[in-house]
Protein backbone atom coordinates (compact mmCIF):
# COMPACT_ATOMS: atom_id res chain seq x y z
CA UNK A 1 0.00 0.00 0.00
CA UNK A 2 1.02 3.88 -1.10
CA UNK A 3 2.11 5.23 1.95
CA UNK A 4 0.13 8.51 2.85
CA UNK A 5 3.26 10.62 4.34
CA UNK A 6 1.09 14.31 3.12
CA UNK A 7 -2.08 13.42 5.26
CA UNK A 8 0.10 12.08 8.04
CA UNK A 9 1.98 15.09 8.33
CA UNK A 10 -0.86 17.95 8.13
CA UNK A 11 -2.59 15.38 11.01
CA UNK A 12 0.59 16.09 12.80
CA UNK A 13 0.52 19.74 12.30
CA UNK A 14 -2.52 19.79 13.82
CA UNK A 15 -2.36 17.69 16.83
CA UNK A 16 1.06 19.46 17.51
CA UNK A 17 -0.47 22.96 18.19
CA UNK A 18 -3.40 21.61 20.82
CA UNK A 19 -2.87 21.75 24.70
CA UNK A 20 -3.02 18.44 27.04
CA UNK A 21 -5.90 17.82 28.81
CA UNK A 22 -7.22 14.62 31.11
CA UNK A 23 -9.57 11.97 29.66
CA UNK A 24 -13.09 13.50 30.30
CA UNK A 25 -15.30 11.07 31.84
CA UNK A 26 -14.57 7.11 32.17
CA UNK A 27 -11.42 6.43 30.29
CA UNK A 28 -11.28 6.01 26.47
CA UNK A 29 -9.59 2.94 25.27
CA UNK A 30 -8.01 1.25 22.22
CA UNK A 31 -7.47 -2.29 22.12
CA UNK A 32 -7.35 -5.09 19.70
CA UNK A 33 -10.49 -7.10 18.73
CA UNK A 34 -9.05 -10.79 19.67
CA UNK A 35 -5.17 -10.71 20.66
CA UNK A 36 -4.57 -14.02 18.11
CA UNK A 37 -4.06 -13.36 14.64
CA UNK A 38 -5.32 -16.75 12.16
CA UNK A 39 -4.01 -17.58 9.49
CA UNK A 40 -4.88 -19.76 6.94
CA UNK A 41 -2.88 -22.31 5.22
CA UNK A 42 -4.88 -22.57 2.21
CA UNK A 43 -3.82 -25.02 -0.96
CA UNK A 44 -3.35 -22.12 -3.16
CA UNK A 45 -1.71 -19.71 -1.34
CA UNK A 46 1.69 -20.07 0.43
CA UNK A 47 1.57 -16.79 1.84
CA UNK A 48 -1.13 -16.48 4.19
CA UNK A 49 -2.67 -13.47 5.11
CA UNK A 50 -4.13 -12.70 8.78
CA UNK A 51 -5.82 -9.85 10.55
CA UNK A 52 -5.90 -7.68 13.37
CA UNK A 53 -9.31 -5.63 14.32
CA UNK A 54 -8.79 -2.59 16.20
CA UNK A 55 -11.34 -0.98 18.56
CA UNK A 56 -11.71 2.30 20.18
CA UNK A 57 -13.82 3.18 22.87
CA UNK A 58 -14.74 7.06 24.01
CA UNK A 59 -17.50 8.32 26.15
CA UNK A 60 -17.71 11.61 24.81
CA UNK A 61 -16.97 13.45 21.15
CA UNK A 62 -13.52 13.12 19.48
CA UNK A 63 -12.48 15.59 17.26
CA UNK A 64 -8.93 13.95 16.29
CA UNK A 65 -7.44 9.96 16.56
CA UNK A 66 -3.73 9.30 15.91
CA UNK A 67 -2.92 5.43 17.01
CA UNK A 68 1.13 4.79 16.31
CA UNK A 69 2.51 1.36 16.52
CA UNK A 70 5.89 -0.15 16.55
CA UNK A 71 5.75 -3.65 15.05
CA UNK A 72 8.33 -6.72 15.29
CA UNK A 73 6.71 -8.96 13.19
CA UNK A 74 8.95 -11.88 12.98
CA UNK A 75 8.32 -14.11 9.99
CA UNK A 76 5.57 -12.17 9.19
CA UNK A 77 5.61 -8.62 7.06
CA UNK A 78 2.99 -5.76 7.90
CA UNK A 79 0.96 -5.53 4.71
CA UNK A 80 -2.07 -2.91 4.64
CA UNK A 81 -4.83 -0.92 6.73
CA UNK A 82 -8.07 -0.72 5.75
CA UNK A 83 -10.85 1.32 7.39
CA UNK A 84 -13.74 -0.81 6.17
CA UNK A 85 -16.96 -1.61 8.54
CA UNK A 86 -15.44 0.94 11.33
CA UNK A 87 -16.01 3.48 13.09
CA UNK A 88 -14.76 6.16 11.18
CA UNK A 89 -15.11 4.62 7.71
CA UNK A 90 -17.13 7.59 6.40
CA UNK A 91 -15.01 10.29 7.42
CA UNK A 92 -13.07 11.53 4.24
CA UNK A 93 -9.81 12.38 6.43
CA UNK A 94 -7.89 9.00 7.35
CA UNK A 95 -4.21 8.57 7.02
CA UNK A 96 -2.05 5.54 7.04
CA UNK A 97 1.90 6.10 6.88
CA UNK A 98 4.17 3.32 6.79
CA UNK A 99 7.72 3.40 7.77
CA UNK A 100 8.93 0.03 6.57
CA UNK A 101 12.74 1.17 7.49
CA UNK A 102 12.01 1.48 11.37
CA UNK A 103 8.77 -0.83 11.90
CA UNK A 104 6.57 1.90 12.27
CA UNK A 105 2.72 2.47 11.67
CA UNK A 106 0.60 5.57 12.15
CA UNK A 107 -2.73 5.46 11.58
CA UNK A 108 -4.86 8.73 11.91
CA UNK A 109 -8.34 10.18 11.82
CA UNK A 110 -10.12 13.70 11.78
CA UNK A 111 -13.28 14.95 10.82
CA UNK A 112 -12.59 18.37 9.21
CA UNK A 113 -16.22 19.06 8.27
CA UNK A 114 -17.56 16.54 9.77
CA UNK A 115 -19.54 16.65 13.24
CA UNK A 116 -16.95 14.98 15.73
CA UNK A 117 -16.76 11.18 16.42
CA UNK A 118 -19.51 10.63 18.51
CA UNK A 119 -19.13 8.95 22.12
CA UNK A 120 -19.24 4.53 21.50
CA UNK A 121 -17.58 1.86 21.27
CA UNK A 122 -16.26 -0.16 18.05
CA UNK A 123 -13.54 -0.91 14.95
CA UNK A 124 -11.38 1.87 14.01
CA UNK A 125 -9.35 -0.39 11.72
CA UNK A 126 -8.39 -3.77 10.92
CA UNK A 127 -4.32 -4.62 10.06
CA UNK A 128 -3.38 -6.84 7.85
CA UNK A 129 -0.37 -8.94 7.96
CA UNK A 130 1.36 -11.81 5.80
CA UNK A 131 2.64 -14.90 7.34
CA UNK A 132 6.14 -16.01 5.80
CA UNK A 133 6.34 -18.92 8.12
CA UNK A 134 4.28 -20.77 10.77
CA UNK A 135 6.76 -19.53 13.20
CA UNK A 136 5.35 -16.00 12.82
CA UNK A 137 5.85 -14.03 16.13
CA UNK A 138 3.88 -10.66 16.22
CA UNK A 139 4.44 -8.03 18.87
CA UNK A 140 2.84 -4.32 18.57
CA UNK A 141 3.72 -1.79 21.26
CA UNK A 142 2.17 2.25 20.80
CA UNK A 143 4.22 3.94 23.44
CA UNK A 144 7.25 4.88 21.03
CA UNK A 145 7.37 7.93 18.95
CA UNK A 146 8.62 10.52 20.87
CA UNK A 147 8.10 13.46 21.49
CA UNK A 148 5.28 13.40 18.55
CA UNK A 149 2.71 10.67 17.60
CA UNK A 150 1.67 9.49 20.58
CA UNK A 151 -1.27 7.32 21.07
CA UNK A 152 -3.89 10.26 21.67
CA UNK A 153 -7.57 11.35 21.24
CA UNK A 154 -8.61 15.11 20.93
CA UNK A 155 -11.94 15.94 23.12
CA UNK A 156 -14.50 18.72 21.18
CA UNK A 157 -12.53 21.66 22.96
CA UNK A 158 -9.47 20.76 20.50
CA UNK A 159 -7.34 19.26 24.11
CA UNK A 160 -5.20 16.20 23.60
CA UNK A 161 -5.28 13.06 25.79
CA UNK A 162 -3.97 9.87 25.87
CA UNK A 163 -6.59 6.60 26.23
CA UNK A 164 -5.90 3.49 27.68
CA UNK A 165 -3.98 1.18 25.55
CA UNK A 166 -4.70 -2.31 26.67
CA UNK A 167 -2.64 -4.27 24.31
CA UNK A 168 -0.86 -6.75 24.72
CA UNK A 169 2.20 -5.96 23.50
CA UNK A 170 2.76 -9.60 22.25
CA UNK A 171 0.29 -11.27 20.26
CA UNK A 172 -0.50 -14.55 19.55
CA UNK A 173 -0.40 -16.34 16.62
CA UNK A 174 -2.01 -18.72 14.99
CA UNK A 175 -1.74 -20.77 11.65
CA UNK A 176 -4.48 -23.26 10.75
CA UNK A 177 -5.17 -25.10 7.47
CA UNK A 178 -8.47 -24.04 6.35
CA UNK A 179 -11.09 -26.74 6.32
CA UNK A 180 -9.51 -28.23 9.67
CA UNK A 181 -12.35 -28.33 12.03
CA UNK A 182 -11.04 -30.62 14.70
CA UNK A 183 -7.59 -28.69 14.18
CA UNK A 184 -5.78 -31.53 14.18
CA UNK A 185 -3.48 -30.56 11.08
CA UNK A 186 -4.91 -32.81 8.42
CA UNK A 187 -8.38 -32.23 6.36
CA UNK A 188 -10.04 -35.23 6.21
CA UNK A 189 -13.32 -36.73 7.56
CA UNK A 190 -12.62 -36.44 10.82
CA UNK A 191 -13.39 -33.20 10.39
CA UNK A 192 -16.40 -33.82 8.19
CA UNK A 193 -17.37 -35.66 12.00
CA UNK A 194 -16.50 -33.07 14.07
CA UNK A 195 -18.90 -30.65 11.99
CA UNK A 196 -21.83 -32.91 11.83
CA UNK A 197 -21.40 -33.73 15.53
CA UNK A 198 -20.74 -29.76 16.37
CA UNK A 199 -24.02 -28.95 14.79
CA UNK A 200 -25.92 -31.84 15.46
CA UNK A 201 -25.42 -33.45 18.46
CA UNK A 202 -25.89 -31.50 21.78
CA UNK A 203 -22.50 -30.87 23.49
CA UNK A 204 -19.67 -31.14 21.47
CA UNK A 205 -17.05 -28.73 21.30
CA UNK A 206 -17.04 -26.17 18.47
CA UNK A 207 -13.81 -25.54 16.19
CA UNK A 208 -10.77 -24.64 18.08
CA UNK A 209 -10.35 -21.95 15.55
CA UNK A 210 -13.93 -20.96 14.50
CA UNK A 211 -12.67 -20.26 10.91
CA UNK A 212 -11.57 -23.24 9.81
CA UNK A 213 -15.05 -24.76 10.48
CA UNK A 214 -16.27 -22.33 7.37
CA UNK A 215 -14.33 -23.59 4.59
CA UNK A 216 -16.74 -22.73 1.92
CA UNK A 217 -16.62 -19.09 3.05
CA UNK A 218 -20.08 -18.60 4.02
CA UNK A 219 -18.77 -16.31 7.22
CA UNK A 220 -21.43 -19.31 9.12
CA UNK A 221 -20.82 -23.06 10.22
CA UNK A 222 -23.74 -24.93 9.02
CA UNK A 223 -24.58 -27.88 6.48
CA UNK A 224 -23.26 -26.64 3.68
CA UNK A 225 -19.65 -26.68 5.42
CA UNK A 226 -20.06 -30.22 5.86
CA UNK A 227 -21.06 -30.77 2.03
CA UNK A 228 -18.35 -29.03 1.05
CA UNK A 229 -15.91 -30.61 3.02
CA UNK A 230 -17.39 -34.08 1.31
CA UNK A 231 -17.16 -32.93 -2.12
CA UNK A 232 -13.87 -32.03 -1.29
CA UNK A 233 -12.66 -35.08 0.37
CA UNK A 234 -14.60 -37.46 -1.75
CA UNK A 235 -15.18 -36.10 -4.79
CA UNK A 236 -12.47 -33.89 -5.75
CA UNK A 237 -14.28 -30.63 -5.21
CA UNK A 238 -13.15 -27.38 -4.09
CA UNK A 239 -10.65 -27.26 -1.82
CA UNK A 240 -11.57 -25.51 2.03
CA UNK A 241 -10.84 -21.36 1.67
CA UNK A 242 -10.28 -19.36 4.73
CA UNK A 243 -13.06 -18.60 6.23
CA UNK A 244 -14.35 -15.73 7.91
CA UNK A 245 -15.55 -16.58 11.67
CA UNK A 246 -14.22 -14.60 14.14
CA UNK A 247 -14.94 -13.89 17.50
CA UNK A 248 -17.75 -11.39 18.23
CA UNK A 249 -15.70 -7.47 18.37
CA UNK A 250 -17.49 -5.24 20.45
CA1 LIG B 1 -13.51 9.60 28.32
CA1 LIG C 1 -8.56 -32.13 10.92
CA1 LIG D 1 -19.81 -21.76 6.03
Partial sequence: MKSKLG??????????GLAM????????????CDNTIYFAVTQSDATPAGFLRLNFYNDSAVSAITIPFLYALGFATFDSVSFSQSRIESLPFKTVNFD????????????????PIAPGRGGFATLWFTALSS???ISLDTTFFPPNNHLYFSNS??????????????????????GDANNNGFV??????????????FGYPAPPVPPAGDPDGGCDIDLEDVIYLVNYILKGGPAPVPGCIFPVCI
Fill in 7 to 16: FAAIILLILS
Fill in 21 to 32: ANDPGVRDTVYF
Fill in 100 to 115: TLNNKVLLGAVPVEEP
Fill in 135 to 137: LAG
Fill in 157 to 178: SAELYTPVWKGPTILGVSVYKA
Fill in 188 to 201: DLADVVFLINYLFK
